[in-house]
């Protein structure tokens, strides 16, 4: 699914928080926004996902325009953002929680399907797989994260929104998250990436856009970003 968003503005009752940012997400494409705390990268997930109506600008899902739908129809559509602070239901199962995520397809009638994309996800993440039996709330928050992300993945997404999956999480299990990032590229995933963790969002990404206070100030390559002085000494700790 290709994402293009134009010239979005996006306002906190009278604050301005997002001035008119524009980027486009082709199909099969990881794109990474980075940027500090602040800048507006929530927001704009949130604006796509229809959870903030946007005051302009336009947003497309495989150039049909979506700008102003409410978030009900835009999750149908296959977008599914995995939000910051996971959102789980703490005292239900693992396996329920994952069950959740495709609540709207089982509406639809699609047990069979839903059936293997649970075994899809258990093989993705095999610790969720161990405990699934066990309450939300007493897991790891690296076992959080990986139960936030196999929920969206249940919904069936078309694009993936995922906003600083890497946050709180062990150096190991970054690793092992980016992994799981590529794979899913691999298997034809749509994915937008926002992240404060510049180093392994560029590594995983095709292309990335910087984002500074509401605006895109840069924007490139992944990997050309990755080796830019001004990139580095701004948001690679200068190494
Ligand atoms: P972080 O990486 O810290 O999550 P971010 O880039 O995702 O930052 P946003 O969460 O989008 O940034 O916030 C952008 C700006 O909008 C911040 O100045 C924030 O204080 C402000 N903001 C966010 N949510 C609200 C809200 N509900 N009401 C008012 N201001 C808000």
Redesign the pocket.
Known sequence: MSLEVEGLEVA??A?K?LHGVSLRVEPGEIVAVI?A????????LRAISGLLRPSAGRIRLDGQEITGWPPERIVALGVIQIP?RRQLFASMSVEDNLRLGAYLRLRRGERKAVEADLERVYALFPRLKERRRQTAGTLSGGEQQMLAIGRGLMACPRILLLD?PSLGLAPLLVQELFRIIADLRRQGLTLLL?E?NARQALRAADRAYV?EIGRIVREGPAAALLEDPAIQAAYLGGA
Do not use: F, P, S
Request: proline share 0%; net charge negative.
């Open positions: 906190y009752g604050v928080v940027g705390n602040g800048a507006g990268k929530t927001t704009l910051e600083e926002v404060q984002m």
